[in-house]
């Protein structure tokens, strides 16, 4: 197996000579490079091939990471690339990333991209926990690095939830507060309303300033042991060296500025940090690999140029370059305040379009309000002219009406006038009728009297003629015989009686045939009374609703009292006779 591995890498050697080109991939924060490279190419080759690409003139800050072995390294500028102890795969694989942070990014970071980069690469720290943040300082954070991706807010657009599946907290800090994705979504918008008017490039700035003062931001960290076999932290920042204890990075229990440091070297895995004061301490540890040591120095040298740098009068390339960010921000300030002029026209103009068609609309509302008006105004005026014609009609109608009304009181004045008359003849017929039933009444009670009269009569010639039997008896009991041929004058004188027995004889006969048509005359008057009620009772159906009841006498409701209860005149004669008079009452007939 080892013979096929050197077997292969000498292929890949010999490959790699007989090759004038190998592949690069860049990996930047916001997307890859791969570019072809010539194999006699150094370091500073390739990376100045990058920064061109990127339009990047700030290089000082930046380099070509790569991993090797656990260990990350940086692409060295005065060595070739192959030469060096790079990976073996093509593409070979670099990350351009800032390898030395300002101290002040607002004055030191000149140019638009170098500004971009660093908030890309900050941020991504920041997140990944690399950099501890405080949770305020986090949302804070959160609510520049929306400004920037999403500009100006506005409510219109940015409806809540526009937040979900952004990253925008690092998970200690979402995990620190019992909060829901909706609560931190309203606390960063409502930092993020208040950014409004900023670009791009003033929202990135604003967080790298804050950013700039958390404790961590741009220290390098590396695990060192003092003589005394004590494990620290090394940090190496844009300011110094420091020295932390292995779980606490974020105050150091010593620290080296760079200017009170006047030397720094390392032998195998022992470092030394010589004090510019010679009366002080010089400070050694040991770092676990050689490698490691390499970088470090590579970082402190870095570091501590920059740190001279910015202390000496500019360059005359930096001078030039921050001459022509100055232009170039003048130039897009004066951009964005025609851009704002532009802006607060259009939305003046868009709020006086909007304002006419709002009035547009009001108007054509008026209008269609006025027209329906109109409308109904006219349909008003239709039927109120169908109304009036109506109305007319009506007029008419009941002018009409009103003449049949008159013409109907003439007629109804001509009927009470007939009914009156009507009236009078019905009350002269009741009258009639009074005086024929008076009569009739008067009638009846003659012939009642007849009546008795021929009782009486009756009554006398039964006497008569028990006294004529009881004579006869007296005659034939003497044995008078009579012969057949006697004549009537050879008779006794006590036959005188005869007259008296032939008499009787006759009144007897006389009184059935007077009885018998008695009972007659008295049945035809019932029937003739019986009649004649029927017809006073229909005729008084008939006028009862012309009467006048006010106008009644005493006599009359009696009359109509007897009449209710069937009392008659004439009823009085089905009574026995005691009973028709009280004691003392005096009888007319007596």
């Known amino acids: 197996m080892a013979s096929a591995f050197a077997a292969k890498m000498g292929f890949n050697s010999l490959m790699r000579k007989q090759a004038k080109t190998f592949n690069v991939r860049i990996s930047t924060m916001e997307s890859d490079l791969e570019f072809s490279c010539e194999v006699k190419w150094k370091g500073k080759d390739l990376f100045d091939l990058v920064c061109r690409t990127l339009g990047l003139r700030e ?21 070739k690339v192959l030469d060096q102890e790079v990976p073996k795969e093509e593409p070979i694989t670099f990350h351009f990333l800032a390898k030395f942070y300002p101290e002040n990014a607002e004055e030191e970071l000149v140019q638009d991209i170098t500004q971009h980069l660093f908030f890309l690469q900050v941020k991504k720290k920041i997140l990944d926990e690399e950099i501890h943040c405080p949770p305020e300082a986090s949302v804070l954070l959160a609510s520049y690095a929306v400004h920037a991706e999403y500009g100006d807010y506005d409510p219109a657009v940015h409806k809540p939830g526009f937040l979900a599946e952004e ?36 929202a990135e700035m604003e967080y790298l300033k804050i950013a700039q003062d958390l404790d961590m931001y741009g220290v390098n960290y590396f695990l060192i042991r003092n003589k005394k076999g ?25 620290s080296f500025p760079w200017n009170e440091i006047r030397n720094i070297s390392y032998s195998d895995k022992e470092f030394t940090i010589k004090p510019l004061d010679k009366k002080a301490n010089v400070f050694k540890f040991n770092s676990s690999r050689l490698r490691v040591n ?87 005026a239709d039927l109120l002219a169908e109304k009036a014609q109506i109305a007319e009609e009506e007029a008419k109608l009941l002018a009409q009406k009103a003449a049949e009304a008159e013409t109907e009181m003439q007629r109804i004045k001509v009927t009470a006038i007939r009914g009156q008359e009507e009236r009078r003849l019905m009350e002269q017929k009741m009258l009639e009728a009074k005086m024929v039933a008076l009569k009739m009444a008067e009638e009846s009670e003659r012939r009642a009297k007849e009546a008795e009269q021929l009782k009486q ?65 008295k049945v035809e008057y019932m029937e003739k009374s019986k009649h004649l009620q029927e017809q006073l009772n229909e005729l008084k159906t008939e006028i009862e609703s012309l009467k006048l009841k006010e106008r009644e006498t005493s006599l009359d409701i009696i009359h109509n009292q007897n009449t209710e209860q069937g009392t008659s005149k004439h009823s009085n004669f089905k009574k026995p006779f005691c009973c028709r008079f009280i004691a003392g009452d005096h009888c007319p007939v007596a």
């Open 294 to 380: 390499k970088l470090i120095l590579q970082l402190c040298i870095g570091n501590h140029d920059l740190f001279m740098r910015r202390r000496r009068v500019d360059s005359l390339e930096v001078q030039q370059m921050k001459a022509q960010a100055r232009e170039e921000r003048a130039r897009k300030q004066v951009e964005r305040q025609r851009l704002q002029r532009e802006k607060q026209l259009r939305e003046e103009a868009e709020r006086a379009r909007d304002e006419l068609k709002r009035r547009l609309i009001q108007l054509q509302d008026e209008a269609h309000m006025a027209n329906e008006a109109l409308l109904r105004s006219e349909q008003t």
């Open 457 to 521: 009569d009756l009554l006398e010639a039964r006497d008569s003629e028990r006294r004529a039997k009881n004579k006869l008896l007296e005659i034939t009991s003497k044995a008078v015989y009579v012969s057949p041929g006697l004549a009537p004058d050879s008779m006794p004188q006590d036959v005188s009686f005869s007259r008296e027995n032939l008499s009787f004889d006759f009144k007897d006969t006389d009184m059935k045939r007077l009885s018998m048509e008695i009972e007659k005359e």
């Open 167 to 202: 990253e925008l907290l690092p998970k200690r800090v979402i995990n620190l507060y019992q909060m829901t994705p909706e609560m931190w979504e309203e606390r960063i918008t409502a930092c993020y309303a208040e950014h409004r008017g900023r670009t791009r490039d003033e």
């Open 230 to 254: 004590t494990d620290l932290l090394l940090g190496v920042d844009a300011l110094g060296l420091h020295i932390y204890e292995p779980d606490n990075k974020l105050t150091p229990k010593c």
């Open 59 to 79: 290089t000082w800050f930046f380099g070509l990471r790569y991993n090797i072995k656990d260990t990350v390294a940086w692409l060295k500028m005065d060595k």
